[in-house]
């Protein structure tokens, strides 16, 4: 499988090699574990963090990070939940202002997107 995670999907915008990255990923992560409750809390929190402005908004941001560990650390088996810390960790590195959070917030969305459309569970 070529998976892997480009730094320039989140610093420069989408392209089709990325939505092909999220489709696979977003399959992967159906397949292997991941439910929509496991993430809801943390899509949740993205989701608000976007209505507003990312400047105000960069200390909520930064404690996702820890809010993916404590939800792999209670479920630290599944493969899903391992590879949606993965990518997460990778993006959020590259997240450093509205832009690059944008960016970010596409990626996640098309790889929940494919998730759920290949039958990812609640």
């Not at 392209?15 to 409750?37: C, K, P």
């Amino acid at each position: 499988m070529d998976r892997e995670f480009k730094s320039a999907w989140v610093s420069n915008g989408a392209d089709t090699e990325m939505i092909t990255y999220a489709e696979q990923e977003g399959q992967y992560m159906a397949n292997n574990g991941l439910t929509n409750s496991k993430i809801r809390s943390i899509y949740g929190e993205i989701k608000r963090i976007q209505m507003g402005s990312f400047d105000s908004e960069r200390a909520s941001f930064l404690l996702l990070r820890p809010k993916v560990a404590y939800a792999l650390g209670r479920d630290k088996y599944n493969k899903g939940l391992q590879r949606f810390k993965f990518i997460f960790d990778n993006a959020a590195n590259v997240v450093n202002d509205q832009k690059s959070f944008n960016n970010f917030c596409d990626l996640f969305e098309a790889i929940l997107a494919y998730h759920k459309a290949y039958g990812g569970k609640d």
